[in-house]
């Protein structure tokens, strides 16, 4: 239980009240369905995290774009980089190019072992950085060609 | 005033340097910060956006704090900041914020708590200052006396000892410097542990 206080301040879930004379299940947890037929993971409804910006267990509502990607960076703390590919078409040449753009979202404790590689499924929600401004709402494992094989050890 | 709180003028996600291109607009005016102390009530009233008000307090000595698990709250007397999560800086010079901790006077909860339940807080103080004319001694009728006994009351040791010495732990949650007041909850359970212990580690 101490591993999730690690800030300076008290960390808990706004809307729950710990300190009831009557206790009913010990540490009450909130959580919430997205919607749009999102899957509310078990290690958010299970887990003892507490992270304000998850989307299932925060304070923050999916609404507006849904995209996905690739995992393009898993670096920072609770976010990631997605990369989503596209091909531009050249009406002169009447061909296509390559083209990218990084979307930095934020990433659920709920999410556990996100690699580079991974798809993933993020939704729009309100800022919540500099640059933020989705959240991670689905992960999909990269399929490994023959994966009968070793990886790592 | 200066201060905006536009992103016009910081670099793009990519690293870009944005163009300067307009002025400040009004819309993105921010003000100085209201830094509330503890002191002689003094608010100021600023007129904001759409012709509303904030109360800018400051300097605030009372506030009213709740006391969860017995669900009441009472206007109580700040006494000092104890503690604050992002500065030190602010707890020297006993700046109310929200999300400090202080420390609050316990008289109108240790009252209300002895009229309710007829029992006294804080043991071994007020056992020394013998049961004289305490609200827990007052004489009640038999019916009241029924329903006082009925009632269950259980205090944590570590909020006893609180009101021992008759001072209470206690969290800021309003924004003194929006609304101009000063309220927020009594520390309990794993909350007042929590802040007990980096009190006591900074000291």
Redesign the interface.
Known sequence: MSEQQNERSFQKQASVFLNAKVVNKKNARWYKDIGLGFKTPVTAINGTYVDKKCPFTGDVSIRGRILSGTVHSTKMTNTIIVRREYLHYIPKYQRYEKRHKNIAAHLSPAFIGVQKGDIVTVGQCRPLSKTIRFNVIKHQKQQQKGSKQFQKF | MGISRD?RH?RS?TGAKRAHYRKKRKFELGRQAANTRLGPKRIHEVRVRGGNKKFRAMRLEAGTYSW???AISRSTRIVAVVYN??NNELVRTNTLVK?AIVQIDATPFRQWYENRYAKILGKKRRAAAEEDKGEATKPRSKHLLAKVAAR?S?VEPALDTQFGSGRLYAIITSRPGQSGRCDGYIL????LD??LR?IRSKK
């Open positions: 992103s910081k996600h969860g698990s017995e999560a992002s999300g269950k259980s309990e359970g794993k909350e929590f802040y980096k």
